[in-house]
Nanobody, 115 residues
Framework: QVQLVESGGGLVQPGGSLRLSCAAS????????MGWYRQAPGKERELVAR???????NYLDSVKGRFTISRDNAKNTVYLQMNSLNPQDTAVYYC?????????WGQGTQVTVSS
């Protein structure tokens, strides 16, 4: 069972940037495709970006060109660099394996984009 701890969220103005981090436990972390998910109030959780163990990436259309997912397998950490943030990006952001297979969610990190 992978344990996940997200950090790096906060309040940012429209057009601003944040970098999220997700620290994962487990010696086989590098074998998993990892993703960043988000859940806005009243909406279902959605997959925003994913990265394979080898570094291939995919993004939700609405974040392409603005968000960049990366990973450091030596540190068991996944990152999400978020630029040009807009209010529609406001949500709690979580990381987890992809596809989601029932593993426990971390506490998430709140991202609020507001002027």
């Amino acid at each position: 069972q992978v344990q996940l701890v997200e950090s790096g969220g906060g309040l940012v103005q429209p057009g601003g940037s944040l970098r999220l981090s997700c620290a994962a436990s487990g010696s086989i972390f590098r074998l998993f495709t990892m993703g960043w998910y988000r859940q806005a109030p009243g909406k279902e959780r959605e997959l925003v970006a994913r990265i394979t163990g080898g570094g291939s990436t995919n993004y939700l259309d609405s974040v392409k060109g603005r968000f960049t997912i990366s990973r450091d397998n030596a540190k068991n950490t996944v990152y999400l660099q978020m630029n040009s943030l807009n209010p529609q990006d406001t949500a709690v952001y979580y990381c987890n394996v992809v596809p989601y297979a029932g593993s426990t969610w971390g506490q998430g990190t709140q991202v609020t984009v507001s002027s």
